[in-house]
């Protein structure tokens, strides 16, 4: 053994390093366990905390625990490069469930003295601050992934992928019960999501009948996995389930469903702190869930009611060509303050009624009024002959309503007889139809008329024109005239430019002359902001022949 | 999948027909020639890409080439489609079920509809499910649509080039509620340069390219990381492109300026002449913007090459496209990018239509 005295001067560097590092005698209790290891791997002497190494006895060899650290002695030993300072690198090793770092320092005689630094409770600390970090960045893709979805499939098949691929070996995301039915959407660990409709009962998985009604989880030790029923395991999990936690997807005030996952026998089951943080993510997939099943309910609800509000797909009838295109102001809405509908005759002598018109402002409520109006001109059909009289009832209807809108509107009989469409048309307040000639000349109709929903008393001027094959009769609303733009910005589109426009369209299909004056006015707003636009078109067909293709077709526009 | 029954001169002939029934503005010839077809057993997929779509293209062309007017363009097209919609419901037209759901959409202020259309129509050919949401599609209704239908993958098509930032945008709104993007359509460039750029999920140059892409599946979107920014865009933090389109007017009216001012011949212009010149120059800004926005000097120059083709067919000298330019490049002197394109745009003139001095026509 090395003397205490030892710290006079030495010949060699070595020495002296050895002498002045390990004098233990004079410095009491180390706050370490230290052994030192002779080369033949026995514990020459062991000191410090030695409370740390039960079963470690001075002269005996080191017992099986600390196998690793014999290994790391011989290495030291033989460890040429490190000869002399400085000392061999600290090796790290478990004994008794506490985790070391020893460090070594090597004496002239070969063996080494170990200095063991208890780390156990850092290394508990950093694996919980990798776990958590790791749950941290689970749930903050989690999030994203849930977040940018407001589709109820998509997020249960995201929620069954990430939590098959996080907190276990297979996830079942179990939504709340559509009749008899369940809709589960199973994954296994690294798979895509696969969605069915089982026909089973909740309460055959113990706890499944609670969460789907929002009550807290069953903790997972209660729960014996042997009792699941088979559709509860995905395809392709493989082997028995070891462990299961059934957990509640909580949505915004009401129960979104259940996610329950499941460990294969070779693993551990879910500790507690596992069991919690499956809910921090359930939580996080519930209320995503939620918001899309409200999307889902909200946008079927505005879809029904929107229905009769969105302008109808135009088409032949009674041999007369209709083309219809509409665009509302705001590219979320579908609906505006512009409507249009043609309203078949009975019989193909008797005239059809086309309606082309614009509430005042702008967006739903606008729509709403256009609902109205829409349907008191149905139910005035049986008049439709005498335009001022559908006016003047139309008017009364709207005066003796509670809203304070006016409208402007444009009607049109509309009858074919031979080759020729012949057109009573009256405006109400409303921008004058045009007719597109054969030779390009274009012909404002000079009917007019007031405006319905204002005045006590109304009038209306009819007139009448004929339509040549080939020939079509536009109606339109303000939205093409009064766009704003154009190449040098701020400027009126107006009905020269309309007029000007059209006479290019000589002789163009309905449907083509629509497109066209959508283009034109797109093209004039280029990104500007823009009112509602309506367009319809009546064109007399070019020929006799009965069509092969009479527009029963669909329509181009499904948006 | 399609096995052609018909040989090139069947297709040639049906080509042909097609073609003086679609500019002879005769409807119904034009649904028999395709419905005759379809009886006789030619595929429908084939009577879509190898007689209806080549017919179409022809009609661009012709009418590029001056001999066809605006009107008579638009009377072929909106034939084309009738007859595509009649295909439709021919009893040939049966598809297998597949199980995918694709939307077909064209981007916002996009009206070319065709090219669309027939893939949506071979997609329904080949099995899918379409959502077909036709021409000029507002970014939210695409969206909305994508939330509620939950659709495979987007096919999103464009056939001008200046739609490109608006295809952006709603290539990357789609990206963001985890759905991929098909790009097609001209806007992207002949080699999907412009949907590499723009951050599209795949590209393809026809229908059956499409076809066998969104076939081959193509992966959805990484939504964990968040949203990602596309490369290839960083040239935008010199704000040119957001300058350029933001003072479009102005710079239209400049030019316009400069153009009356140097060339007296513009004094004798009718006000629809002016405009129209106007409206040349807000569309040599508007490809300028997006070539900024790209940052491609031959989306410029192609632009003005056919410009120059188009103009030259309509008998305005090409030339005439100069002094615009160069007003343009003296009031955009402070922008490098801007002046590099329209200079080389500059130089492509010269080169193939050597300069005297002449009056700007535009194509009035």
Same mark, same amino acid.
Not at chain 1, 329 to 336: H, I, L, N, P
């Given at each position: 053994m090395v003397s205490p005295e030892g710290k006079t001067t030495t010949p060699t560097k070595n020495t002296r390093v050895t002498k002045e590092r390990f004098a233990p005698a004079s410095w009491g209790r180390p706050p370490h366990a230290v052994i030192v290891v002779d080369p033949a791997g026995t514990a020459a002497r062991v000191d410090g905390e030695?409370?740390?190494?039960?079963?470690?006895?001075?002269?005996?060899?080191?017992?099986d625990g600390l196998a690793w650290l014999a290994r790391a002695t011989a290495e030291a030993a033989a460890d040429a490069v490190h000869r002399?300072?400085?000392?061999p690198p600290a090796v790290a090793g478990e004994f008794r469930g506490r985790r070391f770092e020893a460090h070594p320092t090597r004496c002239a005689d070969g063996s080494v003295v170990w200095w063991l630094v208890d780390h156990t409770a850092r290394y508990a600390a950093e694996e919980a601050l990798t776990a958590e970090r790791e749950r941290t960045t689970f749930l903050a893709e989690a999030s994203n992934v849930l977040l940018s979805s407001l589709n109820a499939e998509r997020c249960m098949a995201a929620t069954a992928r990430l939590a098959s691929g996080f907190l276990a070996d297979a996830a079942v995301v179990v939504a709340p019960a559509e009749g008899r039915q369940l809709p589960v959407t199973r994954a296994v660990r690294g798979g895509e999501a696969a969605q069915a409709l089982i026909a089973a009962d909740?309460?055959?998985?113990?706890g499944l009948a609670e969460a789907l009604k929002g009550f807290p989880p069953v903790p997972?030790?209660?729960?014996?996995?042997?009792?699941?029923?088979?559709?509860?395991v995905p395809d392709g999990f493989g082997t028995t389930v070891g462990s299961v936690v059934v957990t509640p997807l909580p949505g915004h005030g009401v129960p979104a469903g259940a996610l329950i996952l499941l460990r294969t026998d070779t693993r551990r089951g879910f500790s507690e702190n596992e069991e919690t943080f499956a809910r921090l993510f359930a939580a996080r997939s519930g209320a995503a869930l939620s918001a899309a099943r409200l999307y889902a309910e909200q946008h079927s609800i505005t879809r029904t009611l929107m229905r009769d509000l969105l302008p109808p797909r135009l088409h032949r009838v009674h041999g007369v060509e209709f083309a219809g295109s509409y665009r509302s102001?705001?590219?979320?809405?579908?609906?505006?303050g512009d409507f249009y509908d043609v309203h078949p005759g009975r019989t193909a002598s008797e005239p059809s009624l086309v309606v082309l018109g614009d509430v005042c402002g702008k967006g739903l409520d606008a729509a709403v009024l256009t609902g109205k109006i829409r349907n008191t001109l149905q139910a005035l059909m049986p008049m439709a002959g005498d335009h001022e009289r559908v006016l003047q009832l139309l008017n009364g209807a709207l005066l003796n309503s509670d809203n304070t809108r006016f409208a402007t509107l444009v009607l049109a009989s509309v009858r074919r007889a031979e080759n020729q469409v012949h057109l009573r048309l009256t405006s109400a307040g409303h921008p004058a139809p045009l007719v597109v000639r054969n030779d390009g000349r274009v012909e404002e109709i000079p009917t007019h008329g007031s405006l319905v929903g204002a005045l006590e008393q109304i009038t209306a001027h009819t007139v009448g024109t004929t339509l040549l094959p080939g020939e079509t009769c536009l109606l339109y609303t303000d939205g093409i005239t009064e766009a704003r733009g154009g190449p040098l910005g701020g400027e009126l589109f107006g009905d020269e430019r309309l007029k000007r426009a059209l006479?290019?369209?000589?002789?163009?299909p309905g449907e083509a002359l629509v497109e066209h004056v959508r283009m034109l006015a797109s093209q004039w707003l280029r990104d500007g902001g823009h009112d509602d636009l309506a367009v319809v078109a009546i064109t007399a067909p070019q020929t006799t022949h009965l069509s092969a293709v009479d527009g029963h077709t669909r329509g181009r526009y499904t948006s | 999948m399609t096995t052609t029954t018909v040989d090139a001169t069947g297709l040639d002939t049906l080509r042909g027909d097609l073609w003086a029934a679609v500019t002879g503005r005769d409807e119904f010839r034009a649904a028999d020639v395709v419905l005759r077809a379809l009886d006789a057993g030619t595929p429908a997929e084939t009577v879509l890409l190898d007689v209806i779509a080549p017919v179409q293209s022809r009609v661009g062309r012709a009418w590029q080439a001056d001999r066809l007017t605006v009107a008579q363009e638009h009377a072929a097209t909106a034939i084309a489609e009738r007859v595509v919609a009649a295909l439709a419901h021919h009893s040939a037209h049966r598809p297998e079920p597949y199980g995918g759901r694709i939307t077909v959409a064209c981007v916002d202020?996009?009206?070319?509809v065709l090219p669309a259309r027939l893939l949506a129509e071979v997609l329904t050919l080949r099995g899918w499910k379409v959502d077909f949401l036709g021409a000029q599609v507002p970014t939210p209704h695409l969206v909305a649509h994508l939330h509620s239908?939950?659709? &495979?993958a987007v096919a999103l098509s464009s056939s001008?080039?200046?739609?490109l930032p608006t295809a952006h945008t709603a290539i990357t709104a789609c990206q963001a509620v985890g759905v991929p993007v098909l790009a097609g359509g001209a806007a992207f460039g002949v080699d999907g340069r412009y949907a590499r750029l723009l951050g599209a999920d795949a590209w393809a140059p026809d229908a059956r390219a499409a076809a066998r892409r969104l076939a081959d599946g193509i992966p959805a979107p990484d939504?964990?990381?968040?949203r990602r920014e596309t490369d290839g865009?960083?040239?935008?933090? &010199?704000?040119e492109y957001t300058l350029v389109v933001r003072s479009r007017a102005r710079l239209v009216g400049a030019v316009l300026a400069y153009l009356e001012k140097n060339f007296p011949?513009?004094?004798?212009?009718s006000a629809p002449q002016r405009e129209r010149t106007a409206e040349d120059i807000a569309h040599i800004v508007e490809f300028l913007g997006v070539a900024l926005y790209t940052d491609s000097d031959d989306l410029f120059t192609d632009f003005v090459r056919w410009t120059a083709a188009v103009l030259t067919a309509r008998k305005?000298?090409?030339?005439?496209l100069r002094p615009a330019l160069d007003a343009l490049g003296v009031e955009l002197k402070d922008f490098p990018r801007a002046t590099r394109m329209l200079g080389r745009a500059c130089g492509h003139l010269d080169e193939a239509v050597p300069t005297t001095d002449q009056h700007p026509g535009a194509s009035a």
């Open positions: 030695t409370s740390l190494l039960p079963g470690v006895e001075q002269g005996m060899p080191l017992p002399g300072d400085p000392e909740p309460s055959t998985v113990p997972s030790r209660w729960i014996d996995p042997t009792s699941l029923p088979d559709w509860l102001s705001d590219a979320r809405d579908r609906v505006g006479a290019e369209c000589g002789g163009m | 202020q996009e009206w070319h239908t939950g659709a &495979d001008i080039a200046t739609r939504l964990a990381a968040g865009l960083a040239h935008l933090a &010199d704000q011949a513009m004094a004798e212009y305005v000298p090409a030339r005439s």
